[in-house]
C-alpha cells in the first residue's frame, strides 16, 4: 500500500530553510577592484571591508539581489550591464544563521574615478589592486577572494564550500 502524497506546502514545509545573497565583484579599468568597509559590526564578525552585496529579499533572485544591494549600497546602476556568475559559495549554517547560498558576479570594468556614494551601511570605499587589497581582509575572506580573483581573471566560474574551493576542484586546476 501506497502512502498518500504530501500536498506541495506539506512538502516545502520539511525542506531546511537557508538565506540568499549575492555581490559583485566590481573593478575599474585600471584593474583595482571596488570594496566597501562596513560602518558596523554584522553578526558573527567585526566590522570589515567586502564586496558590493547583501541578502536577497524574500522571492528576490540571485541576480535582482545583486544588482539591487550594489545600487543601495554604492549608487552605482547595474542594469543594463551584464553581470557574469563568478562563483556560488555554499555556506553552512553557523553562529545561529541558516545555512547561505552566496553567488558572485563580475562586471564590466567602470572608469577610473567613477562615483561611488555609500549607504548609512559603509563608512569607508576604495579601490586597490587585488594584492593591495589582501593586508585589509580578515583570514575567512583570503580563500575566498582569491578564488573569485582567480574566476575573474580567467573568466571561469567556481563554486565554493564555506569560502573554499573543494580538494578535488583545486586539485585538477593543477593538472596539465
Known amino acids: 500500500m501506497t502512502s498518500p502524497?504530501?500536498?506541495?506546502a506539506d512538502f516545502a514545509a520539511t525542506l531546511p530553510p537557508h538565506a540568499l545573497s549575492a555581490t559583485v565583484l566590481l573593478t575599474d579599468e585600471a584593474g583595482r577592484v571596488l570594496m566597501l568597509h562596513q560602518a558596523r559590526a554584522y553578526p558573527g564578525h567585526p566590522a570589515w571591508w567586502q564586496l558590493p552585496g547583501g541578502l536577497g529579499d524574500l522571492g528576490e533572485n540571485?541576480?535582482?539581489?545583486?544588482?539591487?544591494?550594489?545600487?543601495?549600497?554604492?549608487?552605482?546602476?547595474?542594469?543594463?550591464?551584464?553581470l557574469r556568475p563568478l562563483a556560488v559559495d555554499y555556506r553552512a549554517a553557523a553562529g545561529g544563521w541558516p545555512p547561505v547560498i552566496d553567488f558572485a558576479f563580475d562586471a564590466p570594468a567602470l572608469p577610473v574615478g567613477h562615483e561611488v556614494r555609500?549607504?548609512?551601511?559603509?563608512d569607508a570605499f576604495a579601490w586597490r589592486t587585488h594584492d593591495q587589497w589582501l593586508p585589509f581582509l580578515q583570514p575567512q575572506q583570503l580563500a575566498w577572494f582569491a578564488s573569485l580573483w582567480r574566476a575573474h581573471r580567467t573568466g571561469t566560474t567556481v563554486v565554493l564550500t564555506d569560502g573554499h574551493e573543494p580538494a578535488a576542484q583545486s586539485s585538477a586546476r593543477g593538472r596539465p
Open 5 to 8: 502524497a504530501l500536498a506541495p
Open 118 to 122: 555609500l549607504s548609512s551601511e559603509h
Open 62 to 82: 540571485p541576480l535582482a539581489a545583486a544588482r539591487r544591494e550594489t545600487a543601495e549600497e554604492t549608487g552605482i546602476h547595474l542594469s543594463g550591464r551584464l
